[in-house]
């Protein structure tokens, strides 16, 4: 649409009815009885449970992407809370998000997938626009947006609570500002607009999900070209512009992205289900939890404090370090004997047999004196089990599970000539960042073993049934460097009072409290979880519609997303098999011209005039580069992989069509409008042969859901009755 | 700074707590050391200074010549002169203590016993083609080594036999790795400092030295990987003059090269890819050359097909040719191979076998998978874990030959005391009855049930139940033999079979897919729904045991040697990818590499033993590490200079094109394509993988040092420029040298204690706290 203003006030709008109409017929299509059917489908559970942690504000990671998306879909919630409350059902505002199994009110429901929705409408006239910003006919926009306003799959991913429509989204909004600022007259300023515009949505195309990196960095790569052959022109000062193409698509998209995840940790600010993967010092600065029980403890370990030790590594879960009063088997499974001592394991529960106490080797007592004696690095202490008073041992016995380091145990003296070997020297690991003083949960210390210089690890493997499946503890000689399985910090911590050890029992078994607190910075609190995240492995298994990326490009699989508990109804991701065809075809066929082209251009025999061969340049990096780095990249990626991760790259497929055809009608043969219609028309065809897998409604029967069976190898279900 | 401060530690902790233990290892290894050091240090220490005094000099006066051009004469014999200083400065570093340790180290276990493989002609299995080994195996019959030892694992002592063959043919190669070197970046320079120093860099580097002393196929790989990329770039030489003598020899050299490195490593395929790109980029040179007709464009490309192409590929498959001919004989690698090619082997229980013709109810069996590496049909006396699917027995396909992959065929309703009690010929199997079968070992019944699988999730999991033949109605299969009609009879090792779950229609199905540790690591066996006829799920009869039915000689079809070829590669490259890294092992990450963060120990842990630690001279692998950054920064201020049109003096343009721009920009890919694909590898990683990309790494700083020091006439006159130069060369050598003295025990072998001690040999050099030695 354009706006004109003149004087006198008189206003002349002047309205592109293509692109109106595409746009209302967009939007019918996506967001039409959106709120059917009235159950959680498919990843929905998935992103479901993160929206109503948004809404109860509970801290949690989902290592599959950045904050960005889940907060999108949280907009939702919120909406539909205010709506709820607006309409006054009362019932919905605590229901609605909290339940799993059926969105309760019609109105939740429609709510929360409103804006992927939207989003997914949007791609339609975006995609118009870009064909004309790439110098292309209104013919061939019109052409471009028909084919993604007809894709199942895309109607059906934009029509719940998923992301790849929202990513989409950004993708082509990023591309399309970047044209804009590049085809604008240089003069104008108001282009730079164009240039942030198209930086922030990298930013939230990155923000959504990890997989807008590579169509950023297509991007990136094509700016610097576009630099590269501003700084060969001799006429224009290259600084500014470069400094201000860098501000623009460096600077800003970084601290947008920052900025995601400061919101993101500024709105959920309570503990939840997934604190125990961070570190203590992240857990204490979330509201409840950790913080609660280390709220006002003192905050430098002392001789005779009373500590609970949790290992810094955080595979394969977090644990304390734990003793309880069972031995070693004398006789382990293999033949291998032990030292038949008191266990020591790591326990991923709280539990009172986590306490230990530090002890002054020096000294009988095990209170703390006043004033308090700190720890500090290279002391040696010796550690002394809360509820069995046993000493941290360790010795050259092979250790029950790894049989190259040492077992570590509650020392027992059997009169067997094993003298105690109890002493262990504090090494502070970051004591330059913090102090030389052992603090409560900021230190990280590694206790080594004064007699064998062994350093107390958590192995990671899990003891046998006489081990009650508790974590192994081992001393292991071959300490390489920092490893986060040699390090323990303090996390629950008071100063012992008692003597008597019926006493110290009691005290062990109190809560805690006293008085500190601890902060950490935002960019540590950024930092930690941003390395979780992309360090934090994912189980890797197969899903029952897990599919490879070859059989993406030929659809081979499809995914059932819902069917109804009674009957045939059902909803499949399964795209709209002549465009997904006529997309292939056209992708083949633009390498193959390519190919001529440029080996005739480089014999010296130029098909085109310059501008069409620019042109037919700038469709293959915008298209082809666009499929590939949305495609390839997954051939290198071990994670468990669905078709719909092909859709971004398939939208862009769906622009190469038009433009090819366009580019073969203008310069190949004269006649393929004939072609290019009967291809519409077809298209429109299968679109509506499967619309109802794609909209749920209506039901088929079993016969002609087996008729829809195209390909052998997807899954319809129907019932048999 | 951290080494000041770990150092402190280190000799801080060893005052105040050394305990008695401590004190008595080191007054006991001290009297060693007293004996073996002062010999030790004086070699080296002569050696050093008179290799400096040499280097010092011709370095200096190569600089004269290269910046005043001289007349040709001189110049040809001081340039064999430095090629021969080269040569020989590399041979004396890799073959000196070359039969010291006198134990088997790090992984000549795997690669000295399969040497002795060849030497015996028994076949086995490895993940790696077999060139290297072959040519190990060669140089260890020639030298006279019998084949013997039974190399078990590292630090077992050789004793009598005659080992010096085999390291000393590694050495040899590996020493060629410098002269190459200093051949490439001569040719790519034109300038002999650049040259020198890249030679120097290699020939001091203690990890070059290390890897090269021992039997390994890492010397040898390099060789080849050097040796293609020195044919490519004096083919490259060779254009204005194309299809003479020396451009056919140049490059059918660097196509038995590029055949070389594929057939030892399979990382020969990044110097493939190295030359590929290059050929591609010459190749489209060549197009946009309009003076040239496209026959003669034909030409040039029909000749790089056949020399780089076709010769590597047939080179390539003949040195398969070669490992099928000389293997003949049964050994560990059977297993993972087809029936029909174990029937090869002498010594094989498939090699002129004979057995029952038909298959038979009652006959005791083993069920291959068709699958190239399927593995047999195998279960054991363990159970699913929780949590997938039934908790019932496990089966699995297994590669190795083992009493559990046998079955024992049953009728669907026959019962144990049937069995006994039948006589007289047994009946035969026939196309669409239906068997159960039971393993022989546990009494249990081939079973399936609609729980998912393990792993594919869309297939069934298939379990071993019941007990001595008691089960259910899950226990059944239909026999079908694919292509074959009701009542068709199932021949043995012929016939393809397949079997279908009666309860649930699906088919016994092989995934490939390797279980986690509780599945022993062998490879899921599933029920798939999909009816689709894949070698996957297709089975043939491989043993076949009945005593009641006459054996008949079966002579097999013999395997086409394509098919053999196929197999062996699908095997191997299942069987890399296989090597998952352990949990107790330490993981070496690629990023480790540059930085020269961990080494391997090669031999030796303990203060009293013969230590070897694989780790390159810090000093010259940081050099490297600088020099590449320092590459790409003044290539990018360059090139942005040459965009912008600044003008420049010719002869510093030329340098910087010619030299800088292409011949670095080669080296460089050279680096980013051995380094770069390891960062998407899923298979175990280790130290000793990064040398190939070092060896690009090293030559790229050789000229990137070049251009630099050149480049000290933007900051002085002249006469002072030059010997700013000069200095700067200095420096550089005398660093190196130093460091190499410094470091040199890793290579050649250290005892006494461990350097966090003050006592040791290397006290004070533990400059990263990731070092083990």
């Known amino acids: 649409a354009m706006l004109g203003l003149q004087l006198p006030l008189l206003v002349t709008v002047q309205i592109n009815m293509e692109l109106l109409l595409l746009t209302l017929l967009a939007f019918w299509t996506r967001l039409s009885q959106l709120s059917y059917p009235n159950a959680v489908v498919f990843d929905e559970v998935y992103y479901g449970q993160f929206v109503s942690l948004y809404m109860k504000r509970v801290f949690f990671i989902d290592e599959s992407g950045p904050p960005l998306g889940h907060m999108i879909l949280a907009v939702g919630g919120y909406v539909c809370v205010c709506l709820c409350v607006c309409v006054c059902v009362c019932v919905c505002v605590c229901v609605c998000v909290c339940s799993c199994a059926e969105y309760p009110s019609g109105v939740c429901v429609w709510s929360l997938r409103l804006l992927p929705a939207v989003c997914g409408s949007l791609c339609v006239p975006l995609v118009y626009l870009l064909i004309l910003e790439l110098r292309l006919t209104h013919c061939t926009a019109l052409g471009a947006a028909l084919l993604l306003l007809l894709e199942n799959s895309l109607i059906v991913q934009s029509r719940f609570m998923l992301l790849e429509s929202v990513l989409i989204f950004f993708q082509l909004l990023s591309f399309l500002c970047y044209l804009r600022f590049h085809n604008a007259p240089h003069s104008s300023w108001s282009r730079y607009c164009w240039l942030l515009l198209s930086g922030a949505s990298c930013a939230a195309a990155v923000g959504v999900k990890y997989m807008g990196v590579f169509s950023y960095l297509l991007l990136l790569g094509v700016a610097c070209l576009h630099t590269w052959q501003l700084i060969g022109d001799r006429q224009i000062s290259w600084l500014m512009c470069c400094v201000c193409r860098c501000v623009c698509l460096l600077l800003v998209p970084l601290l947008l992205y920052v900025f995601w995840f400061y919101v993101h940790l500024s709105v959920l600010y309570r503990s939840g289900p997934h604190d125990q993967l961070m570190s203590s010092a992240f857990q204490a600065s979330l509201e409840g939890g950790l913080s609660r029980i280390t709220q006002g403890q003192p905050l430098e370990v002392a001789f005779g404090s009373q500590v609970t030790l949790r290992s810094s590594a955080s595979q394969p879960v977090p644990c304390w370090l734990h003793s309880h009063k069972a031995n070693y088997p004398i006789r382990y499974d293999n033949g291998r004997g032990s030292s038949h001592q008191q266990q020591v394991t790591c326990y991923p529960f709280k539990d009172v047999n986590n306490w230990w106490i530090i002890k002054d080797p020096g000294r009988q007592e095990l209170v703390v004196s006043t004033p308090p004696h700190p720890v500090r690095h290279g002391d040696i202490i010796q550690l002394v089990h809360g509820m069995t008073s046993r000493f941290l041992n360790s010795h050259d016995v092979a250790a029950p599970m790894s049989p190259h380091a040492q077992e570590v145990s509650g020392y027992i003296d059997f009169n067997v000539s094993m003298p105690a070997q109890n002493l262990w020297r504090v090494e502070i690991f970051n004591r330059e960042a913090e102090s030389e003083v052992w603090k409560t949960i900021l230190s990280e210390v590694r206790l080594v073993h004064v007699n064998t210089s062994a350093v107390l690890k958590l192995s990671g493997v899990s003891l046998p049934d006489w081990g009650f499946r508790q974590l192994e503890v081992v001393a292991d000689k071959l300490n390489k460097g920092h490893q986060s399985s040699l390090s323990w910090t303090v996390e629950e911590h008071r100063y012992g009072t008692s003597q008597e050890q019926k006493e110290r029992e009691a005290e062990l078994h109190s809560p805690t409290h006293i008085d500190v607190d601890s902060n950490i910075s935002f960019w540590a609190k950024f930092l930690e979880l941003q390395w979780k995240m992309l360090t934090v492995k994912q189980e890797e298994s197969e899903h029952k519609y897990s599919s490879s990326p070859l059989e993406w490009i030929t659809m081979e699989t499809n995914i059932a997303y819902w069917l109804h508990p009674s009957t045939n109804a059902q909803i499949h991701l399964i795209g709209n098999p002549v465009s997904w065809g006529v997309a292939n075809l056209s992708l083949s066929a633009y390498q193959l011209l390519a190919l001529v082209y440029l080996l005739r251009r480089r014999r010296g025999i130029k098909d085109l005039p310059d501008d069409a061969w620019s042109q037919f340049v700038a469709v293959g990096w915008l298209c082809v580069g666009g499929w590939a780095v949305n495609f390839l990249p997954f051939f290198l990626m071990e994670k468990t992989l669905f078709l719909y991760h092909y859709l971004p790259a398939l939208c862009f497929l769906f622009l190469l069509t038009p433009a090819l055809l366009e580019h073969t009608h203008s310069h190949l043969l004269r006649a393929l409008c004939v072609c290019a219609l009967a291809a519409a028309a077809s298209v429109f065809l299968s679109y509506r042969t499967f619309c109802p897998l794609t909209y749920g409604r209506p039901e088929l029967s079993a016969n002609q859901l087996q008729d829809l069976r195209w390909r052998e190898s997807w899954d319809i279900l129907y019932r048999r009755r | ?617 810090p000093v010259v692998w940081w050099i490297n590490l600088a020099s590449l950054g320092l590459y790409v920064i003044m290539v990018a201020v360059a090139s942005v200079a040459l965009q912008r049109g600044v003008p420049l003096d010719q002869r510093r343009r030329g340098r910087l094109h010619f030299c800088g721009l292409r011949g670095g920009g080669l080296l460089l890919l050279g680096w980013l394509l051995h380094y770069a694909p390891f960062y998407t590898m899923g298979r175990i990683l280790y130290y000793h993988h990064y040398f190939p990309a070092m060896l690009f790494s090293s030559m790229l700083t050789g000229i990137t040092l070049h251009i630099l020091l050149q480049s000290t006439d933007f900051l002085l006159r002249p006469p002072y420029s030059y010997w700013l130069q000069k200095v700067g060369q200095m420096l550089l050598l005398f660093s190196v040298l130093y460091s190499f003295y410094l470091f040199h025990p890793l290579s050649y072998g250290m005892r006494g204690p461990l350097a966090h001690e003050p006592a040791s040999a290397m006290a004070g050099l533990r400059w990263m706290d990731s070092w083990e030695f």
């Open chain 2, 1 to 617: 700074m951290a080494k000041g401060e770990c150092t402190t530690q280190w000799s801080k902790t060893e005052d105040t707590c050394s305990t008695l233990r401590n004190r008595k290892a080191f007054l006991s290894s001290e009297k060693q050391q007293q004996d073996s050091q002062p010999k030790d240090g004086d070699n080296s220490q002569t050696a050093g200074h008179s290799s400096k005094d040499g280097t010092q000099s011709s370095n200096g006066t190569s600089a004269q010549w290269t910046d005043r051009g001289t007349d040709p004469p001189r110049k040809e014999t001081h340039s064999s002169v430095l090629l021969l200083l080269v040569t020989v400065l590399s041979f004396s570093t890799r073959l000196y203590k070359i039969m010291e340790p006198a134990h088997v180290c790090w992984d000549e276990t795997h690669f000295g016993k399969m040497g002795s493989y060849y030497i015996n002609r028994t076949f086995f299995f490895d993940v790696h083609p077999p060139l290297g080994k072959m040519l190990i195996g060669l140089a260890g019959y020639v030298t006279g080594y019998d084949g013997t030892f039974p190399f078990i694992k590292p630090g077992d002592k050789y004793e009598h036999h005659n080992y010096w063959g085999m390291r000393g043919f590694c050495a040899v190669l590996g020493s060629f790795l410098p002269v190459f070197a200093y051949l490439i970046v001569l040719e790519l320079s034109q300038s002999r400092t650049a040259a020198l120093i890249t030679a120097t860099l290699l020939i001091f580097d203690t990890g070059c030295i290390t890897i090269s002393q021992y039997i390994l196929l890492d010397p040898i790989l390099m060789f080849f990987i050097m040796g293609a990329v020195l044919s490519m770039v004096k083919f490259k030489q060779q254009t204005h003059r194309p299809f003479s003598a020396p451009w056919w020899l140049w490059l059918v050299l660097t196509g038995v090269n590029l055949a070389g490195a594929l057939g030892v490593k399979f990382v020969g395929l990044f110097v493939i890819l190295l030359v590929g790109l290059n050929t591609a980029w010459d190749l489209w040179g060549l197009l946009g050359n309009l003076h040239l007709s496209l026959v003669d464009i034909a030409k040039h490309f029909l000749a790089r097909v056949v020399g780089l192409i076709l010769l590597p590929l047939f080179l390539y498959v003949t040195i398969f040719a070669i490992h099928f001919v000389v293997l003949n004989k049964s050994g560990p690698g059977d297993g993972f191979f087809s029936s029909a090619f174990q029937s090869r082997l002498i010594g094989n229980n498939l090699h002129n076998a004979s057995m029952p013709e038909y298959l038979a109810y009652g006959s005791t069996i083993t069920v291959k998978n068709l699958r190239i590496a399927g593995g047999y049909l195998h279960s054991h006396w363990h159970l699913y874990p929780e949590g997938v699917g039934a908790k019932q027995q496990q089966v699995t396909a297994y590669l190795h030959k083992d009493y559990n992959n046998l079955w024992l065929v049953h009728r669907q309703d026959e019962n144990n005391s049937e069995k006994a009690s039948q006589s007289g010929a047994p009946d035969l199997v026939r196309h669409g009855d239906i068997i159960r079968l039971e393993h022989k070992e546990t009494t249990r019944n081939l079973h399936s049930h609609l729980h998912e699988a393990p792993l594919t999730k869309k297939h069934f999991q298939v379990t071993g139940y019941g007990i001595n033949a008691t089960g259910d109605a899950n226990d059944l299969w239909q026999v079908e033999v694919c292509g074959g009609r009701k009542g068709d009879l199932v021949k043995v090792l012929r016939s393809k079979v397949r079997f279908l779950h009666r309860a649930t229609g699906c088919v016994l199905y092989s995934s490939g897919k390797t279980l986690p540790k509780w599945g022993w690591e062998q490879v899921e066996v599933t029920c798939s729904p999909y009816l689709k006829e894949t070698p996957s799920s297709q089975w043939s009869i491989e043993d076949h045991i009945n005593p009641k039915l006459p054996n008949i000689s079966l002579s097999l079809l013999k395997p086409h040697f394509l098919e053999i070829l196929l197999e062996s590669h699908i095997v191997m490259i299942r069987g890399n990818s296989g090597l998952k890294p352990k949990d107790n092992e330490m993981n070496s990450k690629p990023w480790h590499w540059p930085i020269n963060y961990q080494g391997l120990r090669f031999s030796g842990v303990n203060e009293t033993e013969y230590r070897v630690y694989l780790l390159g001279n």
